[in-house]
């Protein structure tokens, strides 16, 4: 099953129209970066071959239920979630990546992969009942949020008491040399990569939002020698309160 709410041109999907109320995000909320989306997707499928995928198989494992995913971009977990889920929400505003989803989406349907539903909302206003959910996937999404303490509070609306929020997140660096140097590339970073932060210490917005982090695990991505300010991640899972 995919459902597709786009209020705008998805890129190469074909997706049906639906109400804004029915799926969508809040009214006049708009998310639209075409040439960093197109370069985001790349890079994903280049990060998929050379090993991420291992990171989305940890990310998803052992989940069941109904799970919502915040931010899907191009779809590049759908095919990872675990049998036990039978549906998943997932939530896009960027109209390009968003129709890459759909794609994703509609190629899972045909097999025996969970129903797949891909929204065109925000993830401070998500299109799901309260508790209604086992658990939430933020993948490489926090960064660029306007607002991830409330995006991480709606999270927490959407999951069951006990509900688990899944997180693949780059952050800050631990070395305080590399985090200055992050602090001072995020004057312009969010402007050239859809908004997307270096120096967020996205360990402790979970914590102040609510959720208790019980699992969490720093990785570096990318050769170890190089200066990247995106190469430290953490991935993890946190219970709602």
């Not at 370069?39 to 198989?57: I, K, M, P």
């Not at 990569?193 to 967020?200: A, E, K, L, P, V």
Request: aromatic share 4%; proline share 8%; net charge negative.
């Amino acid at each position: 099953m995919v459902n597709d709410s786009a209020a705008d041109d998805p890129g190469p999907g074909e997706p049906t129209r639906a109400p804004r109320g029915a799926g969508g995000g809040s009214a006049g909320a708009k998310v639209s970066n075409p040439i960093f989306a197109r370069v985001f997707a790349r890079l994903v499928a280049l990060d998929d071959r050379s090993g991420q995928t291992e990171h989305r198989a940890e990310l998803l494992a052992g989940l069941s239920g109904r799970v919502v995913e915040v931010g899907a971009g191009s779809g590049a977990n759908f095919g990872h979630y675990p049998d036990g889920v039978d549906r998943v929400v997932a939530v896009e505003p960027e109209p390009y990546l968003r129709g890459l989803a759909v794609v994703a989406a509609t190629e899972l349907g045909r097999g025996s992969g969970p129903a797949v539903e891909v929204h065109d909302a925000v993830a401070d206003e998500l299109p799901v009942e309260d508790q209604s959910a086992v658990a939430v996937v933020a993948s490489l999404v926090l960064c660029s949020l306007p607002d991830p303490l409330r995006a991480l509070s709606e999270m927490a609306r959407v999951v069951r008491p006990g509900g688990e929020l899944r997180f693949y997140e780059h952050v800050r660096s631990l070395d305080e040399g590399s985090a200055r140097w992050q602090e001072r590339l995020d004057v312009l970073w969010p402007r050239l990569f859809g908004n997307c932060h270096t120096s967020r210490d996205t360990a402790a917005t979970i914590t102040e939002a609510g959720w208790e982090v019980t699992e969490i695990r720093r990785l570096h991505i990318g050769p170890p020698k190089l200066p990247n300010p995106v190469a430290p991640h953490i991935i993890g899972r946190a219970v709602r309160a």
